[in-house]
C-alpha cells in the first residue's frame, strides 16, 4: 500500500511519543478512546435500543461497520486502521433519537448554517473532541492524518454545493481545505467509498436482523407489500432502480440459501438469522471486491489511485433491504408519535437552552460566551444538543422543564 509522508501529515505537527506505531494506529486509537464515539452506545440506530437486549445501537452498527470495512479496504490494499479509523468515525456526529433527530435539528438551523450529522461528525474530529489544541489554545479536535480525515468524509463538499447533504460547516472550512488540498474536487477517496458501502452493508442487514428477531417484519409479506416497499426504495431512498430491477432483486434475494425464510425464536432459528446476516453481508462485499479488482488490477489500491466498483446487481439488493426498514419500521405507522414527541424534545431544548445557557455543559460555555452573533450562539446550542445521547437528551428535557 502506498501513502505518502502528505497524507500522513496532522494539521498540527505532533510528534509521536514513542515508536512502533505508525500515523494511522495513532488515529485509529484517538477515536476509540473518545468521548463521541462512547456516546454512540446510547443513540438510536432504528429501532429503540432499550426496547430488547438485541437491537443495534449507534456504537455497535458503527463497530460492525468498521470490521466490515477494515476487511475489504484491507483486501484492496488500503491500510486498515486508516480504514478502521474512517469506518469507526462515520457515524460520531449523529444526534440523538437517529436520523428524526437529525431533521429536526436540520429544520431548526437551516437559518444558521445548517446541520448535517456528516458536516457534524467531520466538526467533532476537528473542533469539538477533546485532544489537541493550538498555541493560541484554540482547539484542534483530534487533529487525525490528512488521509484518515478525508477517508471520514462522506460527503467532501460544503452546504453551498449542496443544502441537503454536506460534509463541512462554514466555520470549519479551514481544516476541510486542508485536508482536501490535491484531492480532486467533489470525489471520494477509495477509503471513503469504502467505508459509504460498508456503512450501506452493515445497516441495511443488521437492521432486517434486528427487525426479524424484535418480530417487527417477516419475509413472507415482502410480495404482497412490494409497491409500498418498490415506493419508499425510490422515494426515500433515492434508488433509481426501475420496477422490474426491484422485482429481480428481491427474487435474487429470495433464492438464496441464506434467505431468511423464517424465524421462530429458537436458538437454532437464531443462529440461522446470524448466518443469514453473515451470507449477505459476505455477498455484498465480496461482490465489491471481484468487481473493483476487475476493473483496477491486483495493485494495492488506496486514496485517488481508483473507485471502489460495486455491481448494479449488488447496489439495487442493498437499496431493497434499506426499503425493508423503511417501509415497516421507520414509516410505520406505531413509530410517529414516537418521533412526533422526539422532534419536541429537540426543539424545545434548542428554545431552553438559548434562554437558560448556564445549563451548557462546561466545555461549551466558552464558545457560547465568545460567540459574537446569533448564528455563533445558536451554533453553540446546536453542538450541545447533538452531543446528547438519547437518555441524555430526556434528562436534560425533563430538568429544563421542571426549572423553568
Avoid at 458536516?119 to 476537528?126: I, K, M, N
Avoid at 460534509?167 to 470525489?187: L, S, T
Avoid at 488490477?297 to 449488488?314: K, M, T, V, W
Avoid at 437558560?356 to 457560547?368: A, G, I, M, R
Amino acid at each position: 500500500m502506498s501513502y505518502s509522508a502528505f497524507d500522513q501529515e496532522r494539521f498540527l505537527d505532533e510528534p509521536a511519543k514513542r515508536a512502533g506505531r505508525t500515523e494511522f494506529m495513532r488515529d485509529r486509537a484517538r477515536v476509540i478512546h473518545s468521548a463521541s464515539l462512547r456516546r454512540l452506545a446510547a443513540k438510536t440506530q432504528v429501532a429503540v435500543p432499550w426496547e430488547n437486549d438485541f437491537q443495534r445501537t449507534r456504537l455497535s452498527h458503527s463497530l460492525e461497520c468498521a470490521q466490515i470495512g477494515r476487511e475489504l479496504g484491507e483486501s484492496l490494499g488500503a491500510d486498515p486502521d486508516l480504514q478502521d479509523t474512517a469506518c469507526l468515525s462515520h457515524d460520531l456526529g449523529h444526534p440523538p433519537f437517529g436520523h428524526n433527530g437529525e431533521e429536526a435539528l436540520a429544520e431548526i438551523a437551516q437559518d444558521f448554517g445548517g446541520f448535517e450529522g456528516n458536516a457534524q461528525s467531520f466538526r467533532l474530529l476537528v473542533r469539538l473532541e477533546a485532544k489537541t489544541v493550538d498555541a493560541s489554545g484554540k482547539s484542534i479536535g483530534l487533529n487525525l492524518t490528512r488521509a484518515s480525515l478525508d477517508g471520514a468524509t462522506k460527503y467532501p463538499w460544503s452546504r453551498t454545493e449542496n443544502s441537503r447533504k454536506f460534509g463541512v460547516y462554514d466555520d470549519d472550512v479551514e481544516i476541510f481545505n486542508w485536508m482536501r488540498q490535491q484531492a480532486p474536487a467533489g470525489k471520494k477517496c477509495i477509503e471513503a467509498q469504502i467505508m459509504d458501502w460498508s456503512d450501506d452493508c452493515a445497516y441495511s442487514v443488521h437492521d432486517l436482523e434486528d427487525a426479524i428477531f424484535a418480530g417487527q417484519v417477516s419475509v413472507k409479506n415482502f410480495e404482497q407489500d412490494f409497491q409500498e416497499l418498490y415506493k419508499v426504495m425510490t422515494t426515500d431512498y433515492k434508488s433509481d432502480a426501475t420496477e422490474q430491477e426491484a422485482i429481480d432483486a428481491h427474487a435474487r434475494l429470495s433464492a438464496l440459501s441464506a434467505w431468511p425464510h423464517y424465524y421462530d425464536g429458537s436458538l437454532r432459528s437464531l443462529a440461522r438469522l446470524k448466518d443469514s446476516t453473515s451470507q449477505l453481508i459476505g455477498r455484498f462485499v465480496l461482490a465489491a471486491e471481484v468487481q473493483t479488482r476487475k476493473v483496477h488490477g491486483n495493485g494495492p489500491l488506496s486514496r485517488y489511485s481508483a473507485d471502489l466498483e460495486i455491481p448494479r446487481e449488488q447496489k439495487l439488493e442493498v437499496d431493497f433491504l434499506k426499503a425493508i426498514a423503511g417501509h415497516y419500521l421507520i414509516n410505520a405507522a406505531h413509530s410517529q408519535d414516537r418521533y412526533a414527541k422526539q422532534q419536541v424534545i429537540i426543539g424545545e431544548l434548542v428554545e431552553m437552552l438559548l434562554k437558560y445557557p448556564d445549563e451548557l455543559d462546561s466545555y461549551f460555555q466558552k464558545p457560547w460566551n465568545e460567540a459574537s452573533d446569533e448564528i455563533a450562539k445558536m451554533r453553540v446550542i446546536i453542538d450541545q444538543v447533538a452531543a446528547l445521547t438519547d437518555p441524555g437528551a430526556y434528562a436534560l428535557h425533563a430538568r429544563l422543564l421542571a426549572n423553568r
